[in-house]
């Protein structure tokens, strides 16, 4: 009888285990499958981080080149302004020469 009881006990006890064990295996494929979803993100951000560095290193060399072409203008701009200032200059001075030539030979 002892014999019989204890092969009741294990049957139930395997009966009982049986579907805790399908549980723990499906906990187990859950963990694998967030693992694997963890990684998927952590790949699409790794890419959206390349692509950020290679728009943000365009965007500088655009900047850089916005800078360099303002600059230029400026510096030409400036050019014309002074080159416009000293023409006016070396008009009035010839005129004011001319002039005292003119009284001078009086």
């Known amino acids: ?9 294990r049957t139930v006890i395997k009966e ?11 906990v187990k494929q ?19 981080k390349q692509e950020l560095l290679v ?3 365009q965007v500088k060399q655009q900047i850089i080149k916005d800078i360099s072409t303002s600059l230029s203008q400026y510096s ?8 416009n200032k000293t023409e006016v200059l070396n008009k009035r001075v010839y005129k004011l020469e001319v ?7 009086q």
């Open 55 to 57: 728009e943000i290193r």
């Open 1 to 9: 009888m002892d014999v019989e009881l204890l092969q009741a006990l």
């Open 76 to 83: 030409k701009n400036s050019e014309e302004y002074v080159d």
């Open 30 to 48: 859950g963990l694998e499958n967030v693992k694997q979803g963890l990684e998927n993100v952590k790949q699409g951000l790794e890419n959206v």
């Open 16 to 26: 009982e285990i049986e579907p805790v064990k399908k549980d723990l295996e499906n």
């Open 99 to 105: 002039e005292m030539e003119r009284i001078s030979q």
